[in-house]
């Protein structure tokens, strides 16, 4: 089997790729608090050449709203910068059933006005016969709101939702996102969503890059963009499911021990601590032979004898990634993960 290795850059990332296609919550910023270095490190990618895109499977916020927000941390973003997950989701919707046809909506103001611009009827009502139910995050979501879906689906609407994120950073901590809600209706109906329009799927990174060149620009080659995001189950997967490169920031919900367990499907291109990683050249990790890897001047050893990985530095993002290299190399070639003692860093 072919392990799915990390790659290196000669380059730092701003000039390697030509557009970034970033994620917000748990990257840019958490809630309503911005994410260390963020800010600064958009800044200067954007100054080397680098064009920016933010992708975000939250359906609650007006992309005009989350552009004012970005710009309240002095970046320079306009709202068609931001692909949320309700542009995507009333397109997709708008793609499945007949023109002018009812659709349940349960979800912010946002969700609601991108699935009227498709040229949908906005119904609240399960009684009002809809053809589909589309599902997305918002904090005001009550009871009677999941209810009113549950009846609609049982009676036969397509079930669509914006996104299976389970969790969603806030200012407190990590919260229930859009996935937590969604399971409450699949488990009062038994029926799964049809389709999501969020990350995993990859359609939010190619609408970024097509809604890109609709203001002007040369619609930017898959090979030329680079993913990034702080979670493995969406930002990630989507990378990998559409054929782009990615970038793991440990900013958000993704850590360490996560990253050495990946499977293949969910493993990115690139391992870094923060954004600051745009501005710099990515080490490739070497394979030293005998499950001994080594990264610029740090490395990790897998040993199944003891069933170990160890690192020279539990404090570098280099040793970081050899680690993660060993994991991956390991788990290809049939090693029961669950069994071997990780390392633990504090990066």
């Given at each position: 089997m072919t392990t799915r290795l990390l790659k290196g850059t000669t380059k730092p990332l701003a000039e390697t790729y030509q557009?970034?296609?970033?994620?917000?919550?748990?990257?840019?910023?958490?809630?309503?608090?911005?994410?260390?270095?963020?800010?600064?490190?958009?800044?200067?990618?954007?100054?080397?050449g680098m064009t920016i895109e933010y992708t975000t499977n939250n359906s609650s916020r007006f992309q005009r709203v989350v552009a004012d927000q970005l710009r309240g941390f002095d970046l320079d973003v306009e709202p068609w910068q931001v692909i949320t997950s309700s542009v995507v989701a009333a397109r997709m919707v708008a793609k499945a059933v007949p023109a002018g046809s009812t659709v349940l909506v349960v979800g912010a103001?946002?969700?609601?006005?991108e699935v009227t611009r498709a040229g949908l009827v906005v119904t609240d009502d399960p009684q009002a016969h809809p053809t589909a139910v589309i599902q997305g995050w918002f904090p005001e979501m009550t009871w009677q709101m999941m209810a009113n879906a549950a009846f609609a689906v049982e009676a036969g609407a397509?079930?669509?939702?914006?996104?299976?994120?389970?969790?969603?950073?806030?200012?407190?901590?990590?919260?229930?996102?859009?996935?937590?809600?969604?399971?409450?209706?699949?488990?009062?109906?038994?029926?799964?969503?049809?389709?999501?329009?969020?990350?995993?799927?990859?359609?939010?990174?190619?609408?970024?890059?097509?809604?890109?060149?609709?203001?002007?620009?040369?619609?930017?080659?898959?090979?030329?963009s680079?993913?990034?995001?702080?979670?493995?189950?969406?930002?990630?997967?989507?990378?990998?499911?559409?054929?782009?490169?990615?970038?793991?920031?440990?900013?958000?919900?993704?850590?360490?021990?996560?990253?050495?367990?990946?499977?293949?499907?969910?493993?990115?291109?690139?391992?870094?601590?923060?954004?600051?990683?745009?501005?710099?050249?990515?080490?490739?990790?070497?394979?030293?032979?005998?499950?001994?890897?080594?990264?610029?001047?740090?490395?990790?050893?897998?040993?199944?004898?003891?069933?170990?990985?160890?690192?020279?530095?539990?404090?570098?993002?280099?040793?970081?990634?050899?680690?993660?290299?060993?994991?991956w190399q390991a788990a290809d070639s049939g090693t029961d993960m669950s069994a071997i003692d990780l390392p633990e860093f504090a990066l």
């Amino acid at each position: 089997m072919t392990t799915r290795l990390l790659k290196g850059t000669t380059k730092p990332l701003a000039e390697t790729y030509q557009l970034a296609l970033l994620d917000l919550d748990g990257v840019v910023y958490r809630g309503k608090n911005p994410v260390e270095h963020a800010a600064d490190s958009i800044r200067a990618a954007e100054r080397a050449g680098m064009t920016i895109e933010y992708t975000t499977n939250n359906s609650s916020r007006f992309q005009r709203v989350v552009a004012d927000q970005l710009r309240g941390f002095d970046l320079d973003v306009e709202p068609w910068q931001v692909i949320t997950s309700s542009v995507v989701a009333a397109r997709m919707v708008a793609k499945a059933v007949p023109a002018g046809s009812t659709v349940l909506v349960v979800g912010a103001e946002h969700l609601r006005e991108e699935v009227t611009r498709a040229g949908l009827v906005v119904t609240d009502d399960p009684q009002a016969h809809p053809t589909a139910v589309i599902q997305g995050w918002f904090p005001e979501m009550t009871w009677q709101m999941m209810a009113n879906a549950a009846f609609a689906v049982e009676a036969g609407a397509t079930y669509f939702v914006t996104n299976r994120d389970l969790t969603i950073p806030r200012e407190l901590g990590i919260a229930p996102g859009c996935g937590s809600m969604i399971r409450a209706v699949i488990a009062a109906t038994g029926v799964e969503p049809v389709a999501s329009a969020g990350k995993p799927e990859s359609f939010m990174y190619d609408e970024a890059r097509e809604l890109n060149a609709s203001e002007g620009f040369d619609l930017v080659p898959k090979e030329h963009s680079i993913a990034i995001g702080d979670r493995l189950d969406t930002d990630i997967e989507a990378g990998n499911r559409g054929g782009y490169d990615s970038l793991a920031v440990l900013t958000g919900v993704t850590n360490p021990h996560e990253l050495m367990l990946a499977p293949a499907h969910l493993r990115p291109t690139y391992i870094a601590p923060d954004l600051r990683a745009l501005g710099e050249v990515m080490p490739e990790p070497v394979d030293q032979g005998g499950g001994r890897w080594t990264c610029g001047e740090a490395s990790a050893a897998f040993d199944a004898a003891s069933g170990t990985i160890a690192v020279s530095d539990a404090t570098s993002v280099d040793a970081l990634r050899a680690a993660v290299c060993a994991a991956w190399q390991a788990a290809d070639s049939g090693t029961d993960m669950s069994a071997i003692d990780l390392p633990e860093f504090a990066l």
